[in-house]
């Protein structure tokens, strides 16, 4: 069963409560498997001629309507503060945006922990401070509507003025949707109440909708605070877009220095991340990967830490359980649910091969686009890449870092990854940073309505 075949299996109509005309579809719409695509990096030069290309656009942005239904190509747009304010939106609107997204991601780069060679003056040039104003993202299940909805979104831009388009990226996976390093990619995502959909297995409950579409109650019983006026914030959300470069030569030079046995190699790349390259989760499958448990979505998120305390079967510091503690005993106090993120990953390059090398990073364009989706989003990650991927006092462990996506720049534990066992502990060391940061943005997705406010100048009576 495929993933909107799945979802469509959990959608229930009449449970929905949220304006899913005015929502955009990318928010709620998991990719296709297999899925292509393209990002865009664009920059207003002129505020007229900028908002005419947000207008024409906005008649193109898929809503979340038919959210759970197949659908060959969506196209999700969302803004930097930059951007909005290049837009020509008042300075009033602009200052009841959360700080941090005023900003601007390379003006937090200390929050982030994108220090060395993840700071902002090593970024790509498209993604320096300040650059990109509008980020467009286009998925779909087959070239074909790939092709179909860039040539849309060309076409929009070529009878727009006042807008440049930077950059494009491609990129795309197999229907085994696996990340640069081999491991199937984005297994456990949300549920959202009042999205139409019952949790899927593995799940206690659906996370309050406020938590990822501004307007709506959270966790807390309230709305958080919305971008003012209402017409621009009322059901937007926010994002973070993070683009790495990853260095999978690098990962499988260091697990050969650790084993020349290529099952055992494929043993402690498990350990790091803590799921199997096929998905299957360490704590339902400890000892062998389970190709049959990966590939079905009912069972391959069906699981506690609970039994698991100790962190005999999934190490606490894998880079699975530490971005989704779910009900692990944390050493530091934290409400998992409001840090639960709706991932939009993408990869790009060339599919994982065991016979990449070191030498072959620089030679070939290969990574991930880290996207997520919050109405915390600033705040969760830079909670999650100072707490859970850069520290491990929340687990007891000190300094040591998310195996997989830590920057190891500045590691005083030289590289540690402790793998709990019986009689004693076993630390590797000599991990060193296995995605390097190309450069992001803080953005901010409207809804389709607000779309077509800033396209219209709505702050105009």
Not at 8 to 25: C, N, P, S
Not at 31 to 43: C, D, I, K, Q, T
Not at 110 to 122: C, R, S, Y
Not at 378 to 395: A, K, L, P, S, Y
């Amino acid at each position: 069963m495929g993933r909107l075949s799945e979802l469509r299996a959990r959608f229930k109509r009449e449970h929905v409560t949220l304006d899913l005309d005015d929502i955009q579809g990318v928010i709620l719409r998991s990719r296709p498997e297999p899925y292509v695509g393209a990002h865009a990096m664009l920059h207003v030069d002129d505020a007229v001629g900028g908002r005419d290309f947000v207008a024409r656009l906005a008649d193109h942005v898929q809503s979340a309507k038919d959210w759970a239904e197949d659908l060959e190509a969506w196209t999700g747009v969302a803004v930097s503060h930059e951007g909005l304010k290049a837009l020509g939106v008042p300075e009033a609107s602009l200052k009841s945006f959360p700080l941090p997204f005023q900003q601007g991601m390379a003006a937090r780069a200390l929050q982030l922990v994108d220090n060395g060679l993840n700071a902002p003056e090593h970024w790509d040039e498209a993604l320096t401070p300040g650059t990109c104003h509008i980020a467009l993202t286009i998925y779909a299940a087959n070239q074909a509507a790939l092709d179909t909805a860039l040539t849309t979104a060309k076409d929009v831009l070529e009878r727009s003025s006042g807008v440049t388009l930077l950059a494009t990226h491609p990129f795309g996976v197999d229907e085994q949707n696996k990340n640069p390093f081999g491991f199937r990619d984005s297994i456990s995502q949300p549920t959202i109440a009042g999205s139409g959909v019952i949790p899927q297995p593995g799940q206690e409950r659906t996370i309050a909708a406020g938590e990822f579409i501004l307007g709506e109650n959270s966790e807390t019983g309230s709305p958080l605070g919305i971008p003012e006026p209402a017409e621009l914030g009322r059901n937007g959300t926010y994002v973070v877009f993070r683009k790495f470069a990853s260095r999978v030569g690098a990962f499988n030079d260091y697990l050969a220095s650790q084993t020349t046995d290529p099952d055992a190699q494929h043993e402690v790349a498990a350990k790091m991340f803590g799921r199997w390259r096929s998905g299957a989760p360490l704590v339902l499958s400890p000892d062998h990967d389970d190709e049959d448990l990966g590939n079905d979505p009912a069972r391959r998120n069906d699981f506690s830490f609970k039994d698991d305390p100790k962190g005999m079967m999934c190490p606490h510091s894998s880079h699975m359980r530490r971005l989704n503690p779910r009900d692990s005993d944390l050493t530091i106090m934290t409400d998992v649910n409001i840090k639960r993120i709706i991932r939009r990953s993408s990869t790009y390059g060339p599919s994982w091969s065991p016979e990449v090398t070191v030498a072959d990073d620089a030679k070939e364009d290969r990574g991930i686009y880290f996207v997520f989706i919050s109405a915390r989003a600033f705040d969760t990650i830079e909670f999650m890449q100072q707490e859970w991927i850069n520290g491990g006092n929340f687990v007891d462990l000190g300094p040591e870092r998310d195996p997989i996506v830590g920057n190891h720049d500045d590691d005083e534990t030289d590289g540690r990854f402790t793998i709990p066992a019986e009689p004693a502990r076993t630390r590797i060391n000599g991990i060193t940073t296995f995605n390097r940061m190309a450069g992001g943005e803080y953005l901010f997705m409207p809804s389709v309505s607000a779309l077509h406010w800033i396209g219209a100048q709505g702050w105009v009576s």
